[in-house]
T-cell receptor
Framework: EAQVTQNPRYLITVTGKKLTVTCSQNMNHEYMSWYRQDPGLGLRQIYYSMNVEVTDKGDVPEGYKVSRKEKRNFPLILESPSPNQTSLYFC???????????FGPGTRLTVL | AQKITQTQPGMFVQEKEAVTLDCTYDTSDPSYGLFWYKQPSSGEMIFLIYQGSYDQQNATEGRYSLNFQKARKSANLVISASQLGDSAMYFCAMREGDQYSGGGADGLTFGKGTHLIIQP
């Protein structure tokens, strides 16, 4: 089944404790993105990647890092999480930049 | 200026009625695409419909259609014969550029969403 998977689905952590949210797609897509969703703000892009080893900042990249060492994986790294990073996070992938984006199930992160 | 504007934070609609969800966009790129996604209370993002800027006809997918008015820069979603299961958040989104113009790689810009509630 073609899908985008994210892990963990739910995470509660404390300020300053490094964490990684994994994202993997099995559709051989070139493009992958991370978004965060906050009430009243819709989805905002954090980082995106056009191919292996090619990443760029989205609209809200502060406090986040990403890497794209393999085509299928695009982990989101929070080196020192803070409470304002409490949010619902979505990973998405698409075959090309202008084609439909397939979303993962979301990761609900709470930083205390 | 916001690139995607959804002016209806919430809507209540009677079951079986048609629903129009508004979306206006702002871009100077001649090539762009417009998407609608549904997000039920379970949280997943479900793709509904897509309209390309060069498409001559309005997109349709089952009960969903897109009322695309290019000159007015609007891309309203129309749901015909609404059902209780249509209750959800609905997001309009845009990508600018395409693979031929070298754009489109930086994902989608989303509106803030419309919370639709279908009443029996």
């Amino acid at each position: 089944e073609a899908q985008v998977t994210q892990n963990p689905r739910y995470l509660i952590t404390v300020t300053g404790k490094k964490l990684t949210v994994t994202c993997s797609q099995n559709m051989n897509h070139e493009y992958m993105s991370w978004y965060r969703q906050d009430p009243g703000l819709g989805l905002r892009q954090i980082y995106y990647s056009m191919n292996v080893e090619v990443t760029d900042k989205g609209d809200v990249p502060e406090g986040y890092k990403v890497s794209r060492k393999e085509k299928r994986n695009f982990p989101l790294i929070l080196e020192s999480p803070s409470p304002n990073q409490t949010s619902l996070y979505f990973c998405a992938s698409s075959l090309y930049g202008d084609s439909e984006q397939f979303f993962g199930p979301g990761t609900r992160l709470t930083v205390l | 200026a916001q690139k995607i504007t959804q002016t209806q934070p919430g809507m209540f609609v009677q079951e079986k009625e048609a629903v129009t969800l508004d979306c206006t966009y702002d871009t100077s790129d001649p090539s762009y695409g417009l998407f609608w996604y549904k997000q039920p209370s379970s949280g997943e993002m479900i793709f509904l419909i897509y309209q390309g800027s060069y498409d001559q006809q309005n997109a349709t997918e089952g009960r969903y259609s897109l009322n695309f008015q290019k000159a007015r820069k609007s891309a309203n979603l129309v749901i015909s014969a609404s059902q209780l299961g249509d209750s959800a958040m609905y997001f309009c989104a845009m990508r600018e550029g395409d693979q031929y113009s070298g754009g489109g790689a930086d994902g989608l810009t989303f509106g803030k969403g419309t919370h639709l509630i279908i009443q029996p």
